[in-house]
């Protein structure tokens, strides 16, 4: 791992988010094509030293909290969906054919992932029976074999623009003159990287395999810049990012949720819209009218 303090140029692991169902007509879980039990060897060890005491839903998420007996299974623990092999550092800069393969990958993760907590001896029965009243909903992803269209790629490229959000704005809850959105949503980094340490445990120094760059962190309201959406004017022109703003890997970590996207996709078609009308370049928009008129759209700028 690279020194604290240093950066190292890794982002939040990928992984699938999977729609599951424990309802009478669900898909049952089967073992994939080319599946390998010793991929899971960690997982078994993780098991023999505490993980077993874990309930199934630890493991992903097991819950109905979604419409029709369905769940969102997300990747928690330090075995999991999320893919933590370094294979997310090519998705920025691949090629369509690379970022396919990652994609398959992964892919073949979560469905090996789902046949190991359901049939490996490792696993404790209780979890292994668990995992057996769930399978995949069948009415959903039915055109991709019930996996989502797109695999969550939580975080890739970064513009570096007019301004850089960074945890000390979101933590402190900044809301500068020119803000178009509000966000709230935590400090939420997934895990960067799988890796291990040694630390002195008497009487003699032991490895440890860990999990490296988990943060989560309440944050107050703090508000999004417009300069945020743009990149050095001096580099580009009539360029508008909602989703792949200028912001630290700490600070992106709170704005890549969704209901803060629509919020800046809002802002940027204003933008557009207003450039268009009569300020010709997105750079030259008054921001001051940007937020008037989408005040006057719904849009909450304000800190409660």
């Given amino acids: ?73 997300n990747s928690l623990g330090p075995v999991s969906l999320s893919v933590l092999d370094g294979t997310a550092l090519g998705w920025a800069e691949g090629s369509t054919a690379q970022r396919a393969e990652i994609a398959a990958h992964h892919a073949r993760h979560a469905l090996s992932f789902l046949w190991f907590l359901s049939s490996d001896p490792a696993v404790p029965r209780g979890i292994r029976e668990e995992l057996g009243r769930w399978g995949f909903a069948p009415d959903e992803f039915a055109d991709t074999d019930h996996l989502p269209h797109q695999l969550y790629v939580r975080e890739a490229r970064r513009m570096v623009g007019e301004t850089v959000l960074t945890e000390h704005d979101l933590v402190a809850g900044l809301v500068p003159d020119d803000t178009i959105a509000l966000g709230s949503y935590h400090l939420d980094i997934r895990e960067v990287q799988r890796s291990w340490i040694t630390a002195w445990e008497h009487p003699d120094a032991q490895s440890h395999v860990v999990n490296e760059g988990y943060l989560s962190v309440a944050v107050p309201a703090y508000g999004i810049p417009y300069r945020a959406l743009l990149p050095r004017a001096a580099e580009a022109s009539n360029l508008l990012a909602a989703v792949c703003v200028s912001a630290s890997h700490v600070a992106f970590s709170s704005i890549r949720m969704e209901p803060q996207y629509q919020m800046l996709g809002q802002a940027a078609g204003t933008a557009a819209a207003l450039a268009v009308r009569g300020a010709g370049e997105v750079h030259a928009v008054p921001a001051g009218v940007l937020r008037e008129v989408l005040v006057g759209d719904g849009a909450v700028l304000v800190r409660p």
């Fill in 1 to 73: 791992m690279a020194e604290v303090g240093a950066g190292d140029g890794n982002v939040m692991s990928y992984g699938y988010r999977l729609c599951l169902t424990n309802a009478a007509n669900r898909i049952p879980f089967t073992e994939p094509d080319g599946y390998d039990p010793a991929y899971w060897e960690l997982g078994r060890r993780y098991l023999a030293v505490g993980g077993a005491d874990e309930p199934a839903g630890r493991w992903l998420g097991l819950e109905p909290n979604l419409p029709g007996d369905k769940c969102d299974a």
